[in-house]
């Protein structure tokens, strides 16, 4: 089995199209090790979420090879893309993006069920347990909290024990002191998992907390540095 855990070779992708297409990304080249926990920083429009996306198949780069857990993602179709994201990828967005009428239990045992786990609601609460949301397994996203949200999304994540956890700005909705709190929780659950954590951020206190930080300006990575 390869150390790589995530590949990016020569990534270029145009969103949008005619006068208003952006090349976002322009020859795009990341390598990031197994187990290994890497920031990605850079300005607004540099193209940091961007490869997020593409790492997690929810863009297809239009040119370049974008391997995931030894896996090319270049080469699965829909349906087979989506399977994969299930089984092997974990993801926090910022906004949470819990389903509204679901409660905290259901969210969470929503990507088990789809994989046809028998025992989803099972372990659906002892991961909310795990994030320290034992008494709120019936409420809805409406009666918690931003960082409570932010629970039940790290639980949603890292239930399925994915090879490889990605998050986009985890803690951009939330105060200092709750955001502290959720960076602890998702920096000790990846360990504790035993994932590769690709983190996106513009807080440089965050990404320092990395193995790594990965620089990108203009759609390339600039620098990179040590944590």
Same mark, same amino acid.
Not at 49 to 70: C, F, I, K, Q
């Given at each position: 089995? +390869?150390?790589? *855990? /995530? %590949?990016? @070779?020569?990534?270029?992708?145009?969103?949008? +199209?005619?006068?208003?297409?952006?090349?976002?990304?322009?020859?795009?080249?990341?390598? /990031?090790?197994?187990?290994?926990?890497?920031? /990605?920083?850079?300005?607004?429009?540099?193209?940091?979420?961007?490869?997020?996306?593409?790492?997690?198949?929810?863009? %297809?780069? =239009?040119?370049?090879?974008?391997?995931?857990?030894?896996?090319?993602?270049? %080469?699965? =179709?829909?349906?087979?893309?989506?399977?994969?994201?299930?089984?092997?990828?974990?993801?926090?967005?910022?906004?949470?993006?819990?389903?509204?009428?679901?409660?905290?239990? #259901?969210?969470?045992?929503?990507?088990? $069920?789809?994989?046809?786990?028998? =025992?989803?609601?099972?372990?659906?609460?002892?991961?909310?347990? *795990?994030?320290?949301?034992?008494?709120?397994? @019936?409420?809805?996203?409406?009666?918690? +909290?931003?960082? $409570?949200?932010?629970?039940?999304?790290?639980?949603?994540?890292?239930?399925?024990?994915?090879?490889?956890?990605?998050?986009? #700005?985890?803690?951009?909705?939330?105060?200092?002191?709750?955001?502290?709190? /959720?960076?602890?929780?998702?920096?000790?659950?990846?360990?504790?998992?035993?994932?590769?954590?690709?983190?996106?951020?513009?807080?440089?206190?965050?990404?320092?907390?990395?193995?790594?930080?990965?620089?990108?300006?203009?759609?390339?990575?600039? #620098?990179?540095?040590?944590?």
């Amino acid at each position: 089995m +390869s150390d790589t *855990a /995530i %590949r990016l @070779d020569d990534v270029h992708l145009t969103l949008g +199209s005619g006068t208003a297409a952006v090349e976002v990304l322009r020859g795009l080249d990341l390598a /990031i090790a197994r187990g290994e926990k890497v920031g /990605i920083v850079g300005a607004s429009g540099s193209g940091k979420s961007t490869a997020l996306m593409v790492t997690t198949g929810l863009e %297809r780069a =239009d040119r370049g090879r974008v391997e995931v857990a030894g896996t090319d993602l270049g %080469r699965l =179709d829909e349906d087979a893309l989506a399977l994969f994201r299930g089984r092997t990828v974990g993801i926090v967005f910022q906004a949470f993006h819990l389903v509204s009428d679901m409660t905290a239990i #259901e969210n969470v045992a929503t990507p088990l $069920e789809l994989l046809g786990a028998p =025992d989803a609601f099972a372990r659906a609460r002892a991961e909310l347990e *795990a994030v320290g949301l034992g008494a709120r397994l @019936d409420h809805y996203p409406v009666q918690l +909290s931003g960082g $409570e949200q932010q629970r039940v999304a790290i639980a949603r994540a890292l239930v399925h024990r994915p090879a490889i956890v990605v998050a986009d #700005e985890p803690t951009g909705n939330l105060d200092e002191t709750t955001g502290a709190a /959720i960076a602890d929780l998702l920096f000790g659950r990846v360990d504790e998992v035993g994932a590769t954590l690709m983190l996106v951020t513009h807080d440089p206190d965050l990404a320092a907390r990395c193995d790594r930080v990965i620089h990108v300006r203009a759609g390339r990575v600039n #620098e990179e540095t040590a944590a």
